[in-house]
């Protein structure tokens, strides 16, 4: 689903060593699913709602090519490539599905089950189905949100108003292709849309499994107005152009200092923002930072004799 991209994205950081290292060599940090603060956050459920022997297709194509793509990056570490070494790993991709295949026909018949053998067998396909695609979209997500001034995206990504936020643009080539996330709706995932997009090579089914396992959140995340990236896992070259740095209300001027002085001889200029309160308001409202008040960092301490000597005092 195509959705109309922001002009800019904002990404919530605390202030930290990760945070000067990421904007000095202008990286961004793709992170583990299983590592958000909400569990259910890319954790699909699988629905049943095709017959048996499409799922054993399904659940086959999804060991096949999990194995195959794996046997494959072991083959080109030790050297070995060609045609060779491609058919060596579709057949460890086919012998481990049809071996799990088998393993799930023989627990069906587990004579403790208070079903049948083929309602049985459904759900267990279900149950590898499910951890299987979660296996194929083992991927990294970097998270933005379309506002900078949103005082509980302060509160919980900003490191409670003492960190900073990012504001990022799209001006870059190629262009960096967004992922708006969809709130509300149902985390459940039917096998025949599973099907149609694996077997049948379905491009409209593959874009909304795509959606359903990486882009779907409960409703009351909906004021995070997130977008996000999806790659590699772990620290990246940004393919955001990096445009302006928001400080955190409570951010101290030494952070501020810091961060912009790092900054300093970047090729593309950098825009320095401070979050201020609104007096009629609860709402927050950002001035450019005026680098001339920091003329005054970094500072020495002096005591008062280093300032102005010793003083005789006369009876």
């Known amino acids: 689903m195509l959705s109309k991209q922001p002009k800019k994205i904002y990404r919530y950081l605390r202030f930290s060593a990760m945070t000067i290292n990421s904007l000095c060599q202008d990286q961004l940090h793709f992170a583990d699913p299983l590592s958000f603060n909400d569990p259910l956050d890319c954790q699909p459920i699988i629905e049943i709602d095709s017959n048996v022997e499409t799922m054993r297709h399904v659940l086959s194509e999804l060991i096949g ?48 089950y208070d079903i049948n053998a083929p309602e049985a067998e459904g759900y267990l396909l279900a149950i590898e189905i499910q951890t299987e695609l979660k296996m194929q979209y083992d991927r990294g997500v970097c998270c933005f949100s379309a506002t900078a001034a949103n005082p509980l995206l302060w509160s919980h990504y900003g490191d409670q108003h003492c960190g900073l936020c990012i504001g990022y643009g799209l001006d870059r080539e190629p262009r960096p292709k967004l992922h708006k996330v969809i709130y509300g709706g149902s985390r459940t995932i039917k096998t025949s849309l599973v099907a149609k997009a694996l077997l049948e090579n379905d491009l409209k089914a593959q874009e909304l499994l795509d959606r359903d396992v990486l882009l779907r959140k409960a409703s009351p995340w909906r004021y995070e107005r997130e977008w996000r990236l999806i790659g590699d896992k772990g620290v990246q070259d940004s393919t955001l152009a990096l445009e302006e740095v928001i400080f955190g209300l409570r951010c101290p001027v030494a952070v501020m200092h810091a961060i912009i002085t790092a900054l300093d001889s970047r090729e593309e200029n950098v825009k320095f923002y401070k979050m201020v309160e609104n007096r009629e308001s609860f709402k927050l409202t950002r001035r450019h930072v005026d680098i001339e008040e920091m003329d005054y960092l970094p500072r020495t301490a002096k005591s008062g004799i280093e300032m102005f000597g010793h003083i005789n005092v006369s009876d």
Do not use: M
């Not at 494959?72 to 570490?77: D, G, I, V």
């Not at 491609?86 to 991709?93: D, E, S």
């Open 65 to 112: 090519r999990r194995v195959t793509a794996k046997a494959l990056t072991s083959l080109e570490h030790a050297k070995l490539d060609g045609e060779k070494a491609i058919l060596h790993a579709k057949n460890l991709g086919r012998q481990a599905s049809s071996s799990e295949l088998s393993h799930i026909a023989y627990q069906s018949t587990n004579p403790e």
